[in-house]
C-alpha cells in the first residue's frame, strides 16, 4: 500500500495540481477570473460548481503546502465568483452564452465547502459571513416540510440525497473549523434525514431518489449509486470523530452492500450503477466512483486495521491508475471507462479533480501516521 499512496501523492503534487493550476484558469487583464470546465477547454458552458470545487482543492493544497496557488484563488473568490450569484447571494447552476440558469441545492452545498476553506486559508470572517448568509437562504428557499431540502427552487416532487450529502459535508467542515453550534445542529438534522430516510434499511443500501415525503416508490428509487456508498461511509466516520455517535452499524452496511454488488468483476471498478436487489444496471465506472471506495478503505482500515485492508487499498488505488490515468497525457485522467474496461475518450472535467484529491490526501495522511494507531489524529480535510 505505501507504494501506490507515495505514487497517488506524488502524481498529485508533482503533476495534477501544478497542470491544472497552469492551464485550466481564464484570466482577464492578467487576474484569474474562472477555473475551466475541462481540459483541453472545449465548452460555452461554465458551471459554479467547478469554480467552488477547484477553490476547496487549491486553497486547501495552498493551506497546506502542496502547492502555491494564493492568488489565483484570491482573485477568483473575490471577484470570479459574483458572475455566478443571485441578486440574494445564492449561486446559479451555470453560465452559458451570457446567461445564467438555475438555482439548485447542490450548488449552494459546494459553495459553503469552498468558504470553508477559504476561511482557513485567509483567516478573513468574510467568508464566515458570506457563509452563514447563504445558509438562511438555503434555509428560506429550498426547506421541506418532510425535513432536508428541495433539489431546486422550483421545489419539484422528485427528491434527491445527492445534495443532502453534500451539505452534511460542507456543515461538517464548517462545525471543525469553527466550533459554531450552527452547522452543528444542521450536522445533527441531516444526519437525522439520513438514518430516517435515505438509508433503507429494508435493502439495506442507500436511495438516491424519492417520491415526496421521501417515500422510496418511485421505479427510479431502485437504482442506487455504489460510489455514494462509499462517500457517505467516509462522511459517518468523519461525523463519528466530531460528533461522538457511533456509525459503525450503518457504515458496515453501506460496505456490505457496496462490495457484494458494487465491483465490476470483469475491470474491478466500482460500476456507476446498480438495482437494490444487487443485479446490475449501468456497469461502467465513473473515476469518481473509485477514488470514494479509496476514502471507504481508509476509514475501514482506521478502524479495524488489518494487513488484508492495507493490501486492499494498494490494489484499488494501481487499479484506479490503471484503468484511469496510465497512458493519459501528463496531469490528465480518463472520467469513465466502459462495462468491458475500455476509456471512453473524452476530455478531463476539473470537476472530478475534486475527488481525486480528497482521496489522495485521505490516503497520504494514512501513509504518513502511524499505522499501529487504531484511530490515528484527524488531518482537517
Same mark, same amino acid.
Given at each position: 500500500?505505501?507504494?501506490?499512496?507515495?505514487?497517488?501523492?506524488?502524481?498529485?503534487?508533482?503533476s495534477?495540481?501544478?497542470?491544472?493550476?497552469?492551464?485550466?484558469?481564464?484570466?482577464?487583464g492578467?487576474?484569474?477570473?474562472?477555473?475551466?470546465?475541462?481540459?483541453?477547454?472545449?465548452t460555452?458552458?461554465?458551471?459554479?460548481?467547478?469554480?467552488?470545487?477547484?477553490?476547496?482543492?487549491?486553497?486547501?493544497?495552498?493551506?497546506?503546502?502542496?502547492?502555491?496557488?494564493?492568488?489565483?484563488?484570491?482573485?477568483?473568490?473575490?471577484?470570479?465568483?459574483?458572475?455566478?450569484?443571485?441578486p440574494?447571494?445564492?449561486?446559479?447552476?451555470?453560465?452559458?452564452?451570457?446567461?445564467?440558469? +438555475?438555482?439548485? &441545492?447542490?450548488?449552494?452545498?459546494? *459553495? !459553503?465547502? #469552498?468558504?470553508?476553506?477559504?476561511?482557513?486559508?485567509?483567516?478573513d /470572517?468574510?467568508?464566515?459571513?458570506?457563509?452563514?448568509?447563504?445558509?438562511?437562504?438555503?434555509?428560506?428557499?429550498?426547506?421541506?416540510?418532510?425535513?432536508?431540502?428541495?433539489?431546486?427552487?422550483?421545489?419539484?416532487?422528485l427528491?434527491?440525497?445527492?445534495?443532502?450529502?453534500?451539505l452534511?459535508?460542507?456543515?461538517?467542515?464548517?462545525?471543525?473549523?469553527?466550533?459554531?453550534?450552527?452547522?452543528?445542529?444542521?450536522?445533527?438534522?441531516?444526519?437525522?434525514?439520513?438514518?430516517?430516510?435515505?438509508?433503507?434499511?429494508?435493502?439495506?443500501?442507500?436511495?438516491?431518489?424519492?417520491?415526496?415525503?421521501?417515500?422510496?416508490?418511485?421505479?427510479?428509487?431502485?437504482?442506487?449509486?455504489?460510489?455514494?456508498?462509499?462517500?457517505?461511509?467516509w462522511?459517518?466516520y468523519?461525523?463519528?470523530?466530531?460528533a +461522538?455517535?457511533? &456509525?459503525?452499524?450503518?457504515r458496515? *452496511? !453501506?460496505q #456490505?452492500f457496496?462490495?457484494?454488488c458494487?465491483?465490476?468483476?470483469? /475491470?474491478?471498478?466500482?460500476m456507476?450503477?446498480?438495482?437494490?436487489?444487487?443485479?446490475?444496471?449501468?456497469a461502467?465506472?465513473?473515476?469518481?466512483?473509485?477514488?470514494?471506495?479509496?476514502?471507504?478503505?481508509?476509514?475501514?482500515?482506521?478502524?479495524?486495521?488489518?494487513?488484508?485492508?492495507?493490501?486492499?487499498i494498494?490494489?484499488h488505488?494501481?487499479?484506479?491508475?490503471?484503468?484511469?490515468?496510465?497512458?493519459?497525457?501528463?496531469?490528465?485522467?480518463?472520467?469513465e471507462?466502459?462495462?468491458?474496461?475500455?476509456?471512453?475518450?473524452?476530455?478531463?472535467?476539473?470537476?472530478?479533480?475534486?475527488?481525486?484529491?480528497?482521496?489522495?490526501?485521505?490516503?497520504?495522511?494514512?501513509?504518513?501516521?502511524?499505522?499501529?494507531?487504531?484511530?490515528?489524529?484527524?488531518?482537517?480535510?
Amino acid at each position: 500500500m505505501l507504494g501506490s499512496a507515495d505514487k497517488f501523492s506524488s502524481w498529485m503534487r508533482d503533476s495534477v495540481l501544478p497542470y491544472f493550476l497552469a492551464n485550466g484558469i481564464h484570466y482577464e487583464g492578467g487576474i484569474a477570473r474562472r477555473f475551466l470546465e475541462t481540459l483541453p477547454d472545449s465548452t460555452d458552458l461554465q458551471r459554479s460548481r467547478v469554480q467552488t470545487r477547484q477553490l476547496y482543492v487549491y486553497a486547501h493544497a495552498t493551506r497546506t503546502g502542496w502547492i502555491d496557488a494564493g492568488q489565483p484563488v484570491i482573485d477568483i473568490a473575490g471577484c470570479g465568483l459574483a458572475d455566478f450569484l443571485s441578486p440574494d447571494d445564492a449561486f446559479y447552476f451555470a453560465r452559458h452564452n451570457g446567461g445564467k440558469c +438555475g438555482i439548485n &441545492t447542490y450548488e449552494q452545498a459546494f *459553495a !459553503l465547502l #469552498a468558504y470553508s476553506e477559504l476561511y482557513l486559508l485567509t483567516g478573513d /470572517t468574510v467568508f464566515s459571513r458570506k457563509a452563514m448568509r447563504l445558509h438562511d437562504w438555503i434555509k428560506a428557499h429550498l426547506t421541506l416540510e418532510e425535513g432536508g431540502y428541495a433539489i431546486n427552487t422550483s421545489h419539484p416532487p422528485l427528491l434527491s440525497q445527492n445534495p443532502i450529502m453534500h451539505l452534511f459535508e460542507a456543515c461538517l467542515s464548517w462545525w471543525r473549523a469553527t466550533g459554531d453550534p450552527r452547522w452543528e445542529q444542521e450536522a445533527h438534522r441531516l444526519f437525522g434525514l439520513f438514518e430516517r430516510h435515505l438509508f433503507n434499511r429494508r435493502h439495506q443500501c442507500l436511495v438516491e431518489f424519492f417520491a415526496p415525503g421521501w417515500r422510496p416508490t418511485l421505479p427510479i428509487s431502485h437504482q442506487v449509486d455504489p460510489g455514494h456508498h462509499h462517500e457517505w461511509t467516509w462522511l459517518l466516520y468523519e461525523y463519528q470523530k466530531i460528533a +461522538g455517535v457511533d &456509525t459503525a452499524p450503518i457504515r458496515q *452496511a !453501506l460496505q #456490505a452492500f457496496a462490495v457484494s454488488c458494487g465491483e465490476n468483476q470483469a /475491470t474491478r471498478a466500482v460500476m456507476n450503477e446498480v438495482f437494490w436487489d444487487k443485479s446490475p444496471f449501468r456497469a461502467g465506472g465513473r473515476l469518481w466512483c473509485q477514488t470514494e471506495r479509496i476514502k471507504a478503505d481508509v476509514v475501514n482500515y482506521r478502524t479495524a486495521p488489518t494487513s488484508a485492508r492495507l493490501t486492499l487499498i494498494g490494489t484499488h488505488v494501481d487499479t484506479l491508475f490503471g484503468n484511469y490515468i496510465e497512458g493519459e497525457p501528463p496531469g490528465l485522467y480518463c472520467d469513465e471507462i466502459n462495462g468491458h474496461g475500455e476509456r471512453i475518450f473524452g476530455l478531463a472535467p476539473s470537476s472530478t479533480l475534486y475527488h481525486l484529491y480528497v482521496a489522495c490526501r485521505q490516503l497520504d495522511d494514512l501513509n504518513q501516521s502511524d499505522q499501529s494507531t487504531l484511530i490515528p489524529p484527524y488531518s482537517r480535510i
